[in-house]
């Protein structure tokens, strides 16, 4: 029963999990180093400097020790046998660096300013929030560090005079109820998809030692595919809430007053965010095309322009590497949708840069009658012959059998494939293993006039708003974060967290607009909420969907609604300029 409760999976399933959480291990030296290094930097002072001192010299032994022991298990090798002794031997480790990190309130809580515990807590945050990617897989060795690190903050907190660091104490235990909860989430997800996994193994070896089973195998596999969709689906969902949110809260602090250590340790974060949000959007991309809601807004449209745009922001990355990056410069104009082409081309280009080491990468048009062959050269690894149907499977990745985050999700080509039956076109590939390859786009060329290059879009200059706005979504943080938001921008907001609660509030606070969340609570959505809003009211007040859902039926039916949809995380500047298109907004000031 205990083992079921903290997600403890047997035999080869463990090792895997143990295998992952070790593994994360390494990559968590360096940032304790700094982030120690920092706050005794920034937080020491006569009274507490031996007391940091002792405390940074914890941490980073308790961390040093812990890799040393990840290294040593990773080189022998995890066997079934030893797994669960190995889980307490983490357990232990990780308890006493999570002590190591609770004695940081203890070492400056008594001698920080107010600006200084509020940097005390958001590293405590911080660190147990980063535990909970790095250790969750194997939940008690997360449980360990958390309770630890938290419960000492919480004694901390409730043993000083002021009743405010008292209110903390409480608060930080619900910090930990709610990492408890999040933790048993992740732990779940890491387990199936290990499972998932070792599933899709057995499978291709059944597939080729039973042949005379093949039509039962091949119902199997199909299964097993709904099953990973629904799972990616389910996953996606779940971590584009917390990062809607967080983008949330890193806008409203940068527009705060900070010093030039907090603004750079804030801009550190938004490009983390950022870059997470372009992993969920790539899956957002590519659940778009398998839910058939990606419709073609065909235009005719010069193709320098495209190719500019793309040169200006993927030249770096090759530059970055030591590659040569060409464009050839063209006349031709086309007829297709210029915002699906770029996705297209922008994904194979990327692709080229990935897995060129010497040489360069070329961007080039040729005229071929009435089309326009766009082509893409690379001096990279070349792709064999049996793989080239292969490549264009989603999560299929050549030479990295690590899964490195780094080189993407294995959904590029995938996206482009998709995009391309989308509108009808031929895409051909050539290439020689060890030379490199080819992508040959077929696009259709126009001899009539070109739409006018729109202006690019400037930074969204934030004024004030005079907008009456009602925010329905399930989730505390969102709500906190959107609410702090929009009164920031000089919004007047009422925030409520299901259907009920925001018609109650509506009789008593008429909206200029509703934004919510399509999920809600027991099974209803965010279009059954806002046609029940406009039925009270008695108009058809302006409103926005905001979804976090990547489930392709999801994403039908949120289309179908004939309301704008917007795609968690939504970053500050699309909502801004949302909410500037709201048809009252001539009474901003």
């Given at each position: 029963?205990?083992?079921?409760?903290?997600?403890?999976?047997?035999?080869?399933?463990?090792?895997?999990q143990?295998?992952?959480?070790?593994?994360?291990?390494?990559?968590?030296?360096?940032?304790?180093?700094?982030?120690?290094?920092?706050?005794?930097?920034?937080?020491q002072?006569?009274?507490?400097?031996?007391?940091?001192?002792?405390?940074?010299?914890a941490?980073?032994?308790?961390?040093?020790?812990?890799a040393?022991?990840?290294?040593?298990?990773?080189?022998?090798?995890?066997?079934?046998?030893?797994?669960?002794?190995?889980?307490?031997?983490?357990?232990v480790?990780?308890?006493?660096?999570?002590?190591?990190?609770?004695g940081?309130p203890?070492?400056?809580?008594?001698?920080?300013?107010?600006a200084?515990?509020?940097?005390?807590?958001?590293?405590?945050?911080?660190?147990?929030?980063?535990?909970?990617?790095?250790?969750?897989?194997?939940?008690?060795v997360?449980?360990a560090?958390?309770?630890?690190?938290?419960?000492?903050?919480?004694?901390?907190?409730?043993?000083?005079?002021?009743?405010?660091?008292?209110?903390?104490?409480?608060?930080?235990?619900?910090y930990i109820?709610?990492?408890?909860?999040?933790?048993?989430?992740?732990?779940?997800?890491?387990?199936?998809?290990?499972?998932?996994?070792?599933?899709?193994?057995?499978?291709i070896?059944?597939?080729?030692?039973?042949t005379?089973?093949a039509?039962?195998?091949?119902?199997?596999?199909?299964?097993?595919?709904?099953?990973k969709?629904?799972f990616?689906?389910?996953?996606?969902?779940?971590?584009?809430?917390?990062?809607?949110?967080?983008?949330?809260?890193?806008?409203?602090i940068?527009?705060?007053?900070?010093?030039?250590?907090?603004?750079?340790?804030l801009?550190?974060?938004?490009?983390?965010s950022?870059a997470?949000?372009?992993?969920?959007?790539?899956?957002?991309?590519?659940?778009?095309?398998?839910a058939?809601?990606?419709?073609?807004?065909?235009?005719?449209?010069?193709l320098?322009?495209?190719?500019n745009?793309?040169?200006?922001?993927?030249?770096?990355?090759?530059?970055?590497?030591?590659?040569?990056?060409?464009?050839?410069?063209?006349?031709?104009?086309?007829?297709?949708?210029?915002?699906?082409?770029?996705?297209?081309?922008?994904n194979?280009?990327?692709?080229?840069?990935?897995y060129t080491q010497?040489?360069?990468?070329l961007?080039?048009?040729?005229?071929?009658?009435?089309?326009?062959?766009?082509?893409?050269?690379?001096?990279?690894?070349?792709?064999?012959?049996?793989?080239?149907?292969?490549?264009?499977?989603?999560?299929?990745?050549?030479?990295?059998?690590?899964?490195?985050?780094?080189?993407?999700?294995?959904?590029?080509?995938a996206?482009v494939d998709g995009?391309?039956?989308?509108?009808?076109?031929?895409?051909?590939?050539?290439?020689?293993?060890?030379?490199?390859?080819?992508?040959?786009?077929?696009?259709?060329?126009?001899?009539?006039?070109?739409?006018?290059?729109?202006?690019?879009?400037?930074?969204?200059a934030?004024?004030?708003?005079?907008?009456?706005?009602?925010v329905?979504?399930?989730?505390?943080?969102?709500?906190?974060?959107?609410e702090?938001?929009?009164?920031?921008?000089?919004?007047?907001?009422q925030?409520?967290?299901?259907?009920?609660?925001?018609?109650?509030?509506?009789?008593?606070?008429?909206?200029?607009?509703?934004?919510s969340?399509?999920?809600?609570?027991?099974?209803?959505?965010g279009?059954?909420?806002?046609?029940?809003?406009?039925?009270?009211?008695?108009?058809?007040i302006?409103?926005?969907?905001?979804?976090?859902?990547?489930?392709?039926?999801?994403?039908?039916?949120?289309?179908?609604?004939?309301?704008?949809?917007?795609?968690k995380?939504?970053?500050?500047?699309?909502?801004?300029?949302?909410?500037?298109?709201v048809?009252?907004?001539?009474?901003?000031?």
């Amino acid at each position: 029963m205990l083992r079921k409760l903290l997600f403890l999976a047997e035999d080869r399933v463990l090792v895997e999990q143990l295998r992952l959480v070790l593994g994360n291990v390494g990559m968590s030296v360096i940032p304790t180093l700094i982030l120690s290094t920092v706050m005794v930097w920034v937080l020491q002072t006569e009274a507490n400097a031996a007391s940091l001192k002792v405390w940074a010299a914890a941490v980073i032994a308790s961390k040093l020790i812990s890799a040393y022991h990840a290294r040593r298990v990773l080189a022998a090798g995890i066997s079934v046998e030893d797994a669960k002794s190995l889980v307490a031997t983490l357990m232990v480790l990780n308890a006493v660096d999570g002590l190591a990190w609770g004695g940081l309130p203890w070492a400056t809580l008594d001698y920080a300013s107010v600006a200084g515990t509020v940097l005390v807590i958001a590293v405590m945050a911080g660190v147990t929030s980063n535990a909970m990617s790095v250790l969750a897989p194997v939940l008690p060795v997360f449980l360990a560090f958390c309770i630890c690190a938290v419960a000492a903050m919480a004694i901390k907190l409730s043993l000083m005079s002021d009743p405010e660091y008292q209110l903390l104490a409480y608060i930080t235990l619900l910090y930990i109820a709610t990492h408890v909860a999040q933790g048993r989430v992740v732990a779940k997800a890491a387990r199936a998809a290990i499972s998932l996994r070792f599933e899709n193994v057995e499978l291709i070896e059944r597939l080729r030692t039973e042949t005379d089973k093949a039509h039962a195998a091949h119902k199997v596999a199909e299964q097993a595919n709904l099953a990973k969709s629904k799972f990616l689906a389910a996953a996606s969902h779940d971590l584009r809430q917390p990062m809607h949110a967080q983008g949330l809260f890193l806008e409203v602090i940068g527009r705060g007053d900070l010093s030039d250590t907090q603004r750079k340790m804030l801009d550190n974060a938004q490009a983390t965010s950022q870059a997470s949000t372009e992993m969920l959007n790539t899956l957002l991309d590519f659940s778009r095309i398998e839910a058939g809601v990606v419709q073609p807004q065909l235009q005719t449209f010069w193709l320098q322009t495209l190719l500019n745009k793309i040169e200006s922001e993927l030249a770096p990355q090759a530059v970055s590497k030591g590659l040569v990056f060409r464009t050839r410069e063209t006349h031709a104009v086309v007829h297709s949708d210029p915002m699906l082409v770029e996705l297209i081309l922008r994904n194979l280009v990327t692709n080229a840069i990935r897995y060129t080491q010497n040489g360069g990468v070329l961007l080039a048009c040729r005229m071929r009658g009435k089309q326009v062959s766009v082509e893409v050269w690379d001096t990279g690894i070349g792709i064999e012959a049996s793989e080239h149907k292969e490549i264009f499977q989603e999560f299929h990745q050549l030479g990295n059998p690590e899964r490195d985050r780094n080189k993407g999700l294995g959904l590029g080509l995938a996206i482009v494939d998709g995009l391309v039956r989308v509108l009808g076109y031929r895409l051909s590939l050539t290439s020689r293993p060890g030379h490199g390859s080819v992508f040959k786009l077929i696009l259709p060329a126009s001899d009539a006039p070109a739409v006018k290059e729109a202006p690019s879009s400037a930074p969204v200059a934030f004024g004030k708003l005079d907008l009456n706005v009602l925010v329905i979504d399930d989730d505390a943080a969102v709500r906190i974060g959107m609410e702090q938001l929009l009164r920031d921008w000089g919004c007047t907001c009422q925030v409520a967290e299901s259907v009920e609660e925001a018609l109650e509030m509506a009789q008593q606070f008429r909206p200029d607009i509703v934004i919510s969340d399509y999920r809600l609570r027991e099974q209803r959505n965010g279009t059954e909420a806002i046609a029940l809003l406009r039925k009270q009211l008695g108009t058809e007040i302006p409103a926005l969907l905001i979804t976090g859902d990547t489930a392709p039926e999801r994403l039908r039916e949120a289309q179908a609604s004939g309301v704008p949809l917007l795609h968690k995380p939504v970053t500050p500047d699309l909502l801004y300029r949302k909410l500037l298109e709201v048809p009252i907004h001539s009474s901003m000031i």
